[in-house]
């Protein structure tokens, strides 16, 4: 890294330059810290006993090899403020950390692991042709191990369970909730302490890499959350870390988030290097194949709040941010998690876009959400809200997104948003995961989702696997699978899915019926969805299909997996559609010879 490159905010390597790393005759150790009066380094090569650190002339940096240090010891930085005080930091740039409530940064070696996903990295792409259908989990909750006191598995011990699982069930992707350093397992990983650090809850940086590596030799990609917004206050972080605000915005009304934190101040250019260099080094040093990027609508607005304005250095901050990454890592996927009505959040840099790949489409899943909580016999008066999805769909590149935040916190579980008794809440739900994965988007589900659970999410326990002793549980865990298999592999289902020609309503008008159709693809061979979502049985007409062969694929009401209807492949051929209440179908549709 060239500093200057540093101090002009375009450097995406300062992880090279800062931090600790191992050279021929000892550690060099390098800290930013312009408002210092003094650093010290200490660990176990000098007994802990402080050596004070050079700073370079008007660089605001400090630096000191140590010819004792070696890979696998700990180390802090001890800053010195112009008003007295002595604060003990981990490194901003360290690799490696303690377990909390321990704060010491490792020497760690990235070199260490050579990884053996050459064929994947060399084939894989933002999948914008290609199904995304993305398995989100949080590693310490989603199997607990009974030899660990916490319940935690390392990162390669896991790494078996959770291919096969995502293999079996049609998983494309693995998202990891934050796997970045922090010190509360409450937060799930969204305040942190070590940027650059591996969660060692888990394990070291080595174990990581070898689950990727396990997850791309076994077919599967793997995204990493990660948290560009803010961070956590804890002392031996990065708040006021050389005895000023050096990474946060001077105390004002816009220095702390909602959530307790701190906001990252983008007018800084080394913040927005430490940040984009984060981001890089999850990427190359990693090979996560994409990064989502929590909570964006706090970057594009003051707050979050569209009243207050954009925050024009944040904007500029995520524009060369995600433009140097391109450029860096063009088949790696930029994920936004964004809120926001803003414009052109997945448009390219260089056409004034934002330069994400995709973008949750919150607006979907909150108006889908919505309708299936309200009674059946309100539904004709929200008709409209499952149709509007469709009104915005082009106007980004959306993803589908039914994530950790919608069954947490009183919101209930997918499942128990669902109007009705236990029955009718199975049925629905059946319905709407038929409806989610024929919409068109690419698609995000949490753990626990698949199995019907309707226990909300507890970072302290594994999810509910023993309701799969129940017939019910275990008919919505084997139609999910069979659902992502279908969408898997069918290409009109996400082939050029973003081009207006390959869907179209086919029944949009029947208010009082709640009933719906679509027609997704184009030509010869194309796929009908329909759908009842009333309480009663209903008759479904679709004139444009009366020249074609309808042949059912799945049908959400089937016995099989928990309906009513016995399985049978039904094949139509005058448009004419009987449905249970609750329920969709799905099916192939060609022109009849």
Known sequence: ???????????????????????????????????????????????WTE????PLEKSGVYELKCEWAKVGMMYKYVIYTKEGWRVEHCDPYGFGMELRPNSASYIVDLS??????????????????????????????????????????RYHEIADKLIAHAKENGYTHLEFLPLSEHPADCSWGYQNTGYFSPTSRYGTARDLMELVD???QAGIGVIMDFVPIHFATDYYGLAKYDGTELYEYVQSDVTDSEWGTRNFDYSRREVCCFLQSAANYWLKEYHFDGIRMDAISRA???????????????????????????????????????????????????????????????????????????PPKERPEHYYKLKFSM???????????????EVVHGKATIIQKMWGDYEDKFS???????????HPGKKLNFMGNEIAQFREWDEKRQQDWELLKFPMHDGFYHYIRKL????????????????????????????????????????????????????????????????RILEECMNSDWHIYGGSTEKKIEVIRDGEIVLAPFSGRFFWSEKEV
Request: aromatic share 18%; hydrophobic share 35%; proline share 2%.
């Open 214 to 216: 396990k997850c791309h």
């Open 300 to 374: 594009i607005y003051w707050q979050g709040e569209p009243d207050r304005g954009v925050n024009p250095c944040a904007l500029t901050f995520m524009k060369n941010m995600n433009a140097g990454l391109q450029k860096l890592h063009p088949t790696a996927m930029l994920i936004a998690e964004d809120s926001t009505t803003f414009l052109k959040v997945t448009a390219p840099v260089e056409y004034d876009g934002l330069g994400f790949d995709y973008k949750w489409d919150l607006g979907w899943m909150n108006d889908t959400l919505n309708y299936f909580k309200t």
């Open 1 to 47: 890294m060239k500093l200057q490159e540093f101090y002009e905010g375009q450097a995406f390597d300062a992880y090279e330059y800062f931090g600790a790393h191992e050279e021929k005759d000892g550690v060099m150790f390098r800290t930013y810290a312009p408002g210092a009066s003094k650093v010290t380094v200490f660990g176990e090569f000098n007994q």
């Open 51 to 54: 050596e004070e650190m050079i």
């Open 428 to 438: 629905q739900c059946r319905a709407f995961y038929l409806y989610m994965m024929t």
């Open 484 to 547: 992502n298999e279908l969408y898997c592999q069918e290409e009109q289902l996400y082939k050029d899915e973003y081009d207006r020609e390959m869907f179209r309503w086919l029944v949009d008008d029947a208010t009082e019926q709640s009933v719906y159709a679509y027609e997704r693809g184009k030509g010869e061979k194309t796929l009908v969805a329909v759908f009842n979502f009333s309480d009663e049985e209903q008759e479904c007409v679709i004139e444009e299909a009366e020249n």
């Open 391 to 405: 009104d915005y769909f082009y106007n980004e590149l959306y993803l589908l997104a039914l994530s950790h935040d």
């Open 112 to 153: 260490e692991y050579r990884f053996h996903d050459e064929v994947w990295m060399k084939n894989r792409d933002k999948n914008y042709n290609r199904p995304l259908n993305i398995y989100e989990v949080h590693l310490g909750s989603w199997r607990t191990n009974e030899k660990d006191e916490n319940g935690w598995y």
